[in-house]
């Protein structure tokens, strides 16, 4: 079970930022993903709308080791902007737990 | 790695210096010696250091692979307090001088290429700063902003309107993140690929071969550019073989990794270069980020060379 944070959700949130809306969790994203990443990204983004902060964090490698190289997006019937989604994620992290 | 710490380190030179890792003015211009390209101007190349960064980004990883795996490793949470008044990053990054020479020379040969073209063009030298792609991607997104700004001036003091980019995460930076964070963004960024192929630059020789493409993730989806490359080296006489994973759908070479996770980045790299090996023996990448990172799992049997090299080839007397 994870902590829901009511307010996560909305701090994630950018005007051009996170979006994660349209994901249809198909798992095309985990099966091209080069690094074999299974959780990124259509838990991840779950966590991210249901707001569960604690399990976005606990995670925090697996966002900092996304190659951001796009094989997911080429492949995604949703069209999701899921590089982008995982830069937003570390954004949240460096000003929320590294303090940068 | 610790990961914030590591961020923070690179953040903070990024803030305070103007480049993720320390490099000199006299390192970062060396390659445009001899070259007589006139100080600013309308249309400038603009390297953004990635190719002079290279050598540095590699010995630091080198080091980095050394403790990851350590009790040293939890020294970099120090580390960054120490790196706010003490470089220090420019003792654990120290690349050997061979390696600087073999970046600044495709730099020379990217510029020498452009000569051919027709195209005049200046240089900002030491006024030339990093494009914060690194830290872009690290998501440290209030001080990439912050440095973009001062990218963005140092042009518009120079009054240039056309950038020519050398390698596919600059021109990304150029092209299509700064826009979106710069109001009233008026820069023309090509890469010089891009120009090279607009220039239609005709072939004094054909050096005929064959090489296998590495089409980098950045230049393939981000910025869609397939043709140019392909192109350029078919007028080189240089038959372009396909591997496992190409053009749009090409395997990244795990580059990105490397920052934070050194063994992570060599092991995506062994399996892209498995791909290339099945392909044929002679690999040509355009980013010096795949050039660097697929080299360290090549092992023997292959070989890389950046497209600048074959196009000198063929394309200069």
Known sequence: MGLVNPDFTDRVNRPEGFNAAACMNCGVCSAVCPMGIDLLPRKLFRYVLLGFEDKVLANSETIYSCLLCRMCEANCPAEVNIAENVRTLRNYINKNVFNI | MPTGATIGILADNLKKRNSVLPISTGGATRWARGLDLPRGGETVIYTGLMYQLIPYIAAMSKAQGKVEDSWLADLVGIGRYVNKVVNISAFMAIPPGS?????????????????????????????????????????????????ARKVYQSFKKN???????????????????????????????????????????????????????????????????????????????????????????????????????????????????????????????????????????????????????????????
Do not use: W
């Open chain 2, 99 to 147: 390696m600087k020479e073999t970046f600044n020379t495709m730099l020379a040969n990217i510029a020498l290429l452009l000569k051919k073209a027709g195209v005049e063009m200046g240089y900002l030298y030491g006024e030339e700063l990093y494009s914060g792609a690194l830290i872009y991607d690290l998501g440290a997104d209030a001080v990439f902003e912050e440095h």
């Open chain 2, 159 to 317: 009054k240039v309107k056309n950038v020519i980019t050398v390698d596919p995460h600059t021109t990304n930076m150029l092209r299509s993140v700064y826009p979106g964070i710069i109001k009233g963004y008026d820069l023309n960024v090509k890469s010089y690929l891009e120009v090279l192929f607009e220039k239609n630059i005709q072939p004094v020789r054909e050096i005929g071969g064959e090489a296998v493409i590495h089409d980098s993730c950045v230049y393939a989806r981000y910025e869609n550019m397939l043709n140019e490359q392909r192109a350029l080296l078919a007028g080189a006489g240089v038959t372009v073989k396909e591997p496992r994973d190409s053009g749009r759908f090409t395997l990244c070479c795990g580059g990105p990794a490397e920052s934070l996770f050194p063994k992570k980045a060599v092991q995506q790299a062994s399996k892209r270069v498995g791909q290339l090996k099945e392909a044929g023996c002679n690999v040509v990448t355009m980013c010096p980020i795949c050039y660097v990172n697929l080299g360290k799992a090549a092992g023997s049997g292959i070989a890389f060379e950046d497209i600048s090299s074959y196009l000198v080839r063929a394309y200069l007397p």
